[in-house]
């Protein structure tokens, strides 16, 4: 198996931008999925491989991917965007699935 | 609308077992990859077991040889179930529809969660 490194926490100006990052080994090899997480919500995916954006998901939020980082990008950020967010990848097996510990993200 | 609607989590005692199922609506769970994902309280996501359309399943190293991931075609429905569970078990377990591709793999939907909580 292998890990996801996050930032434990992040914090932005609000109308500011913002990049939320995830380090491991199998992103060398894996796009990055992220997740929004609210407090007493289920997660939330916003963007998934490349740089997808499910139906819904704002136009500010948008990835990227270099080496073995994959980033999140929050290009104006709003109050409402103030939460927890995770990446996630296949492990290197490509069997086993991991998460990224979490970045709190404060708008301030 | 796609769907997931997990139950079956409530209070058990070290070393019980509990089923935890999960209805999907919208689609069809033999169709597709279905995962399990728990977050311990205060904690992050820890991705716990996967079911693939052709059946083949995989668990995280913590729950593997007590849980058992499965799927009921008929009822569409996903299960996961726990056996000999541990304090350290005590967690909201989400279902998710994993979707995926040679490059990546992304979860959507998610159910909304079901607490279990291992305590004597």
């Known amino acids: 198996s292998s890990e996801l490194t996050q930032d434990p926490a992040v914090s932005v100006a609000l109308g500011q931008t913002v990049r939320i990052t995830c380090q491991g080994d199998?992103?060398?090899?894996?796009?990055a999925s992220w997740y929004q997480q609210k407090p007493g919500q289920a997660p939330v995916l916003v963007i998934y491989?490349?740089?997808n954006r499910p139906s819904g998901i704002p136009d500010r939020f948008s990835g990227s991917s270099s080496g073995n980082t994959g980033s999140l990008t929050i290009t104006g950020a709003q109050a409402e965007d103030e939460a927890d967010y995770y990446c996630?990848?296949?492990?290197?097996?490509?069997?086993?699935?991991?998460f990224g510990g979490g970045t709190k993200l404060t708008v301030l | 609308e796609v769907q997931l609607v997990e139950t079956g989590g409530g209070l058990i005692q070290p070393g019980g077992s509990l089923r935890l199922s999960c209805a999907a609506s919208?689609?069809?769970?033999?169709?597709?990859?279905m995962s399990w994902v728990r977050q311990a309280p205060g904690k992050g996501l820890e991705w716990v077991s996967v079911?693939?359309?052709?059946?083949?399943?995989y668990y995280a190293d913590s729950v593997k040889g007590r849980f058992t991931i499965s799927r009921d075609n008929s009822k569409n429905t996903l299960y996961l179930q726990m056996n000999s569970l541990r304090a350290e078990d005590t967690a909201v377990y989400y279902c998710?529809?994993?979707?995926?591709?040679?490059?990546?793999?992304?979860?959507?939907?998610w159910g909304q969660g079901t607490l279990v909580t291992v305590s004597s």
């Open positions: 998710a529809r994993e979707l995926t591709t040679v490059t990546h793999n992304w979860f959507d939907p």
């Open positions: 079911i693939y359309s052709g059946g083949y399943t």
């Open positions: 199998s992103l060398r090899s894996y796009y």
């Open positions: 996630n990848s296949r492990d290197s097996s490509g069997n086993h699935r991991v």
């Open positions: 491989g490349k740089n």
């Open positions: 919208g689609f069809t769970v033999s169709s597709n990859y």
